[in-house]
Nanobody, 124 residues
Framework: QVQLVESGGGLVQAGGSLRLSCAAS????????MGWFRQAPGKEREFVAA????????SYADSVKGRFTCSRDNAKSTVYLKMNSLKPDDTAVYYC?????????????????WGQGTQVTVSS
């Protein structure tokens, strides 16, 4: 059974940093691209970042480009999201997800397994 468990969220002041982790189990982790999404209250879940199965290719939403970095350690079956220069608008629940294969990495419908989410709150 595939399980994705996020950690590393919390409360941080604007301009601060956090690193989220997502530990995967029940799958051959290195076979799949992985993504990060976020959902703020009253808003749709939106794409944040994604990384290819081997880590050589990444994709970012325009709103986080230059501030967030997605990486992975296939030996640890873990994907990371390093978030710098955080803004109040980054406040949301952050989810990691496993890409199913077909489909663009920005499309949430292209993911078949999701973690439970971790809350990130950025105070002004």
């Amino acid at each position: 059974q595939v399980q994705l468990v996020e950690s590393g969220g919390g409360l941080v002041q604007a301009g601060g940093s956090l690193r989220l982790s997502c530990a995967a189990s029940g799958l051959t982790f290195s076979n799949y691209a992985m993504g990060w999404f976020r959902q703020a209250p009253g808003k749709e879940r939106e794409f944040v970042a994604a990384i290819s199965w081997f880590g050589g290719s990444t994709s970012y939403a325009d709103s986080v480009k230059g501030r967030f970095t997605c990486s992975r350690d296939n030996a640890k079956s873990t994907v990371y999201l390093k978030m710098n220069s955080l803004k109040p608008d980054d406040t949301a629940v952050y989810y990691c997800a496993k890409h199913r294969g077909p489909g663009t990495v920005q499309d949430r419908n292209a993911y078949d397994y999701w973690g439970q989410g971790t809350q990130v709150t950025v105070s002004s």
